[in-house]
């Protein structure tokens, strides 16, 4: 196929001192097909050629060549009708715009979204996938959709079994078997876009175990803030539980007072946002125990609030870089791949401390091969941090102690020395520590009736009731 000013240069070249109009082209199809499209060429043929001779052998079907004449004036006239079309602004077919009413179709019908928070931009029949800066995060990717896969493929191999027998192993249920394993791969969607925790806090913390353990005791401590709208964690302070840590790694004991804490910090409109601990300089970020352990604190969360409420869990560590020997603060989530094998019971934690891998009870396909050995960073990602003043705890002359350190004794003197640095201030703004309401609470406030009442006046800032003042002022009068 050529273009316009090909075939009238051709033309006006093969033409320029013809004898007559009479001349001709033949036109023939070459045996050679590409593509299942046949090739033509156009060669030029006088009157007065002389006939050739006859071939050798007969020709064959795909050799076979037809000719037909074909008058030079109608080519002229097709030439002419080619360059006008390919002249006119209302054509389309040379790559001109499309007309008026077709662009504003276009303009009206806009961008076509689909489903998952993928938008598809472009024309004809190819797109380019991009993600809609509109769609919710959570929308571009679906992180339970092959967990529901593997659900499917379990439920029915247990239809197959119930019909078949659990001796029977068809080729079905083989294959069935292979797609229900829990195929390992790092998830891209973070549900919690930041967590900032209180000035005051990390450091009350971090002085303690870097300053004071040199981390050769490791601790644990829960955090408790709150969740924006937009998935941002705040936490505001940090709860430390029961615990006997060695050099090695941590040993949470049963908290009995557990359920009273959070009730405090649900009085003071907080909640569980995580949980942060420290570890000694090691090659892993986070050990298979603790991707265990911040499964198992998850589903806790998940249980006694739901899905929603436990979604924002952060996981945050405190180490130190043995290459630099800087101190490093960081904060992870684990992904709902690990939290739904830790349900099912498939994952479980290695057998020593410090290990950078988890075991699993079946067979799980790693880079699509079988394995029982994870890393743990595929169950991991990364959470920016970053720190505020809280407005109810931050910027305090003085602390009072943080419960169950050792060493660190709370009693009625720490209680005097928390009013006499806060005489200036109003009584409820003295009483902003969570460690002195804590211990309020467990040891002369009734949980039922005097603490609800009394946290709710340190929280807008009104003074509490003058029984609750003489309560707190006499406790702050005994001996240590």
Known sequence: FLPPGFLLVLLSSRFSGAPSLAAAFTLRRHPIRHRGLALFRVSHKQEAQPARAPLASAPTQLEQMYEFQVPATVLLLLVVCLQAAAASPTSSAWGAAPSAPRA??????????????????????????????????????????????????????????????????????????EDSKYMIRAQHLLRTKSLSVDLTAAQNFQKYVVGELSLQQQRVGIMYGRVDAEGNA???????????????????????????????????????????????????????????????????????????????????????????????????????????????????????????????????????????????????????????????????????????????????????????????MPFSHALRDFHLLVFLAKNTLDPVHDLPSLCKAVVSGEEPSAGHRSIIETLSQQPA
Not at 237 to 246: A, F, R, S, T
Not at 368 to 395: C, E, Y
């Open 234 to 424: 705040y936490c505001d302070v940090i709860y430390e539980p029961p615990q006997n840590g060695d050099a090695e790694c941590y040993h949470l004991l049963e908290d009995p007072d557990a359920a009273l804490v959070d009730r405090v910090a649900g009085l003071l409109g907080m909640r569980r946002v995580g949980w942060v601990f420290t570890a000694r300089g090691r090659k892993c970020i986070l050990s298979g125990g603790d991707v265990k352990l911040a499964c198992e604190m998850q589903e806790q969360a998940e249980s006694a609030h739901g899905f929603d409420f436990a979604k924002a869990w952060v996981s945050a560590v405190i180490t130190r870089n043995d290459t630099t020997g800087s101190v490093v603060f960081e904060a992870y989530q684990v992904s709902d791949l690990a939290q739904d094998m830790h349900k099912k019971g498939v994952l479980k934690a290695p057998a020593g401390a410090n290990k950078g891998y988890a075991r699993t009870t079946e067979n799980v396909l790693v880079e699509r091969k079988d394995a029982q050995k994870v890393d743990s960073d595929f169950f991991l990602n990364t959470v920016p941090i970053k720190t505020h003043t809280s407005p109810l705890f931050g910027g305090r002359e003085g602390e009072f102690p943080v419960e169950n350190r050792p060493g660190a004794a709370q009693n009625g003197f720490e209680v005097k020395h928390i009013l006499k640095c806060h005489e200036e």
């Open 104 to 177: 504003l179709h276009l303009a009206e019908r806009g961008t076509m979204r689909l489903r998952g928070g993928v938008m598809w931009v472009g024309g004809g029949k190819q797109f380019n996938r991009t993600v809609d800066p509109d769609a919710h995060p959570e929308a571009a990717e679906d992180t339970f959709a092959p967990l529901r896969e593997r659900l499917d493929c379990e439920r029915r191999i247990k239809a197959l079994q119930r019909k078949q027998g659990n001796k029977m192993r068809t080729n079905e249920i083989i294959s069935l078997e």
